[in-house]
C-alpha cells in the first residue's frame, strides 16, 4: 500500500484534505495533525522545521512516497529546507509538496487590479513566503500581507460561530485595506480560515473576490500527478482515509468533522515531543 499523506500541525489541512479527497477520491489517504504540539503558527523557523521534518518521516515509514504539507508555517518554515537538504538523504521517489506554490501560482487568474491582500498566521506572513512566491509567478502583482494571530485559536476552540469574532475579522481587514485601497482579490493563506469565510465576506468591500486554497491545491495535485506517471502508477487506489493525531483521539474526532464535513474516527500516535 502506498498512499498519499497529508499533514497539519492541527485541523485546518482538513480542509484542503476535503477538497483533495473530492477531486481524487480513488487513492489512499493518511492524515497526521499534529495537535500536541499545535499551533505552529508563532513557533520559530527551526522548531517549525524540526516538528515538521519528523512528522514527514513517519509518513515516508507508513510507506508513503508523497506528503502534501497542508499547512502554510509547515510550507513557508520548512518544506524548502527539506526538499534540498533532507529528501536527497531519504531515498530515491520520495515528494514532499505544499500549499503555497499552488496558491501563488493561481492567484494572478483572479486579481485584475493585480493588487492582492494576503491574511494568514504570524509565522506565515513574517516569512515573507507569499510575497516571495508571488512575486516569481507575477512580477507586477503587489501583495500587501496581514496577520491574523487571533483566528486560529477561536477556531480551534470552537469559538468561529460566536459574534465575539466578527471584531477582530473586522479590525484585521481595516489593517490590510488601509495598506492599500484597491486590493481586488483575498487569499486566505491559512488553512484554517474557510471556517470563517462567511464571516470575512460580511466585512469585505463589495466585489472583492476570497480564494480558499482548497481547490486549487487539489486541482494543482491532479495535474501533478499527470505529470508524474512515474509517481501515479506506484499510488495505491483503494479509496481509504486514515486520520491520526499526537493528542487526544476524542478532541480530534469531535473537532475533525466541522472541518472534514464528515465524521471521522482517528488513532493516536506518538512522536517525540519538544
Known sequence: MC????????????????SIADQLPQYDYLYLGDNA????????????????LECVQWFFDQGCKLVILACNTASAKALRTIQQKDLPAMGPGKRVLGVIR????????FTQTRSVGVLGTKGTVSSGSYVTEISNFYPDIRVYQQACPLWVPFIENGDYKNDGVDYYIRKDLEQLFAQATDIDTVL????????????????????????AQGPIVAGSLADYLRRHPELTNILSQGGSRSFFTTDSV??????????????VSAQHIHLELK
Open 3 to 18: 498512499p498519499i499523506g497529508i499533514f497539519d500541525s492541527g485541523y485546518g489541512g482538513l480542509t484542503v484534505f476535503r
Open 37 to 52: 504540539r499545535a499551533p505552529y503558527g508563532n513557533r520559530s523557523f527551526e522548531t517549525v522545521y524540526e516538528y515538521t
Open 102 to 109: 499552488p496558491s501563488a501560482e493561481e492567484i494572478g487568474r
Open 188 to 211: 486566505l493563506a491559512c488553512t484554517h480560515y474557510p471556517l470563517l469565510e462567511d464571516r470575512i465576506r460580511k466585512y469585505l468591500p463589495e466585489g472583492i473576490a476570497l480564494i
Open 250 to 263: 476524542t478532541d480530534f474526532e469531535e473537532h475533525a468533522t466541522q472541518f472534514f464535513g464528515e465524521a
